[in-house]
T-cell receptor, first 111, second 111 residues
Framework: QKEVEQNSGPLSVPEGAIASLNCTYS??????FFWYRQYSGKSPELIMS????GDKEDGRFTAQLNKASQYVSLLIRDSQPSDSATYLC???????????FGKGNQVVVIP | EPEVTQTPSHQVTQMGQEVILRCVPI?????FYWYRQILGQKVEFLVS????????KSEIFDDQFSVERPDGSNFTLKIRSTKLEDSAMYFC?????????FGPGTRLTVT
């Protein structure tokens, strides 16, 4: 079983719409969860961290965590063309805090 | 805003040669990491480093790899005898908590 799974294919959303991304993880003891944005050819950029069940909002981004279901999601409200990127879900695997990454979801915002 | 820096941005080397990738973590951070990303694939953990020693390493991090903190600012990854399959983006990350901040990466091309 993969440590972190992001199964959705590329997501195309019109400008101004909501983009919704999902992620599941396998290790029940994980406590820290992150969303990174990666533009093509660039490095991962941390955009959200979440540690407790429920929602966490930061600007146009909302992260949601459900530890019982081992599920993390990211909502991007009022999507802008600059949001077009690959979004990586990352889970802290404990111990020495290595991150396990999903393969990412590509988001394309259409003007 | 402090950031992780990496040099060189692009390194081309011949198979069997040694390469050293350099990183300057954020100055007050104590935990350092190397990750790699093969083109089109997910980000993979290589090694974590704390208190001048390796705290965790992945299966990828075999005897060909080593890390060092030669002074108070630099953190290096050495690959002793490069293989074609070592071609990838190599990212350094650092943190003092759980949120890891990534450098811009070094693109390693092994020919």
């Amino acid at each position: 079983q993969k440590e972190v799974e992001q199964n959705s294919g590329p997501l195309s959303v019109p400008e101004g719409a909501i983009a919704s991304l999902n992620c599941t993880y396998s290790d029940r003891v994980s406590q820290s969860f992150f969303w990174y944005r990666q533009y093509s050819g660039k490095s991962p950029e941390l955009i959200m961290s979440i540690y407790s069940n429920g929602d966490k909002e930061d600007g146009r981004f909302t992260a949601q965590l459900n530890k019982a279901s081992q599920y993390v999601s990211l909502l991007i409200r009022d999507s802008q063309p600059s949001d077009s990127a690959t979004y990586l879900c990352a889970v802290n695997m404990g111990g020495n805090n290595r991150l396990a990454f999903g393969k990412g979801n590509q988001v394309v915002v259409i003007p | 805003e402090p950031e992780v820096t990496q040099t060189p941005s692009h390194q081309v080397t011949q198979m069997g040669q040694e390469v050293i990738l350099r990183c300057v973590p954020i100055s007050n951070h104590l935990y350092f990491y190397w990750y790699r990303q093969i083109l089109g694939q997910k980000v993979e953990f290589l090694v974590s480093f704390y208190n001048n020693e390796i705290s965790e390493k992945s299966e990828i991090f075999d005897d060909q790899f080593s890390v060092e903190r030669p002074d108070g600012s630099n953190f290096t990854l050495k690959i002793r005898s490069t293989k074609l399959e070592d071609s990838a983006m190599y990212f350094c990350a650092s943190t003092n908590t759980y949120e890891q901040y990534f450098g811009p990466g070094t693109r390693l091309t092994v020919t």
